[in-house]
């Protein structure tokens, strides 16, 4: 579904992320997990057009949109839930998910949408009339995640969704991302919490600064010597 080839991103004349190639397959979950500057939210961001690549090339099923704008990357099928939730603190909940859906003309499918946000997230119906900014944090990561669906993305990028939640919401979260998959969705999840993300995901991509320093199977990377000792806490 989503290949990148050779990818390299600058920040002016720092190379954050050097030459990558990342392969996601059809309903897959995908986890980039690395410590904090190692390049996993620039990657997300050059995929969702945020950042353009300075070389290398990244496909969605078969077209290249790395030359795309984040509208045009948008209408294709692919949406973000940023790191740090990004919510639109002055507007109320429903508003918020109203704006995921902008771009849409399907008016049915997203009154359908909006129930599936409200099955998988029941608080956001009980908080629909908030503001988004007076929500806890669980509860605005649940909100920026479900905005990302109301896009109705064929790939969801989810940059750090248990970042400063509790054990609990984090929890909460991980079976909600669960979910999602088991209906069909495909995922590319950056996450800090590696052990989180391992038991998540199909396939795993370890990076370090800007590079792919390992990469394969979840449940072998899981297991890995180094990868217990570094990110594991084993």
């Known amino acids: 579904m989503l290949s990148l080839d050779g990818i390299w991103v600058h920040y002016g004349t720092v190379a954050a992320v050097k030459g990558i190639s990342i392969e996601v397959g059809e309903n897959e979950i995908v986890t980039l997990i690395g410590a904090n500057?190692?390049?996993?939210?620039t990657t997300l961001r050059?995929?969702?057009g945020l950042h353009r690549p300075s070389s290398g090339e990244i496909r969605f099923q078969g077209e290249r949109i790395d030359r795309l704008t984040p509208e045009e990357i948008t209408a294709r099928g692919i949406a973000m839930a940023p790191e740090g939730r990004r919510v639109f603190p002055q507007m109320t909940v429903m508003e918020n998910l109203e704006m995921g859906a902008y771009l849409r003309q399907?008016?049915?499918r997203v009154?359908?949408?909006f129930e599936e946000i409200f099955h998988h997230f029941p608080i956001l119906r009980e908080r629909r009339k908030q503001m988004a900014g007076t929500l806890s944090g669980g509860q605005q990561q649940m909100l920026a995640m479900g905005?990302?669906?109301m896009s109705g993305p064929k790939l969801l990028l989810l940059d750090e969704p248990s970042l400063g939640l509790s054990p609990i919401m984090t929890q909460e979260i991980a079976k909600i991302v669960r979910e999602l998959h088991q209906l069909g969705r495909?995922?590319?999840?950056?996450?800090q919490n590696a052990r989180m993300a391992?038991?998540?995901?199909k396939h795993a991509y370890v990076m370090e600064t800007g590079n792919i320093a390992l990469h394969g199977l979840a449940e072998d990377l899981r297991h890995d010597p180094k990868i217990q000792?570094?990110?594991?806490?084993?």
């Open 37 to 41: 500057g190692a390049g996993k939210t």
């Open 46 to 48: 050059a995929i969702s």
């Open 106 to 108: 399907d008016g049915a």
């Open 111 to 113: 009154k359908r949408d």
């Open 147 to 149: 905005r990302a669906l």
């Open 186 to 191: 495909t995922i590319v999840l950056v996450e």
């Open 198 to 201: 391992l038991r998540l995901a």
């Open 229 to 234: 000792q570094t990110y594991l806490g084993a």
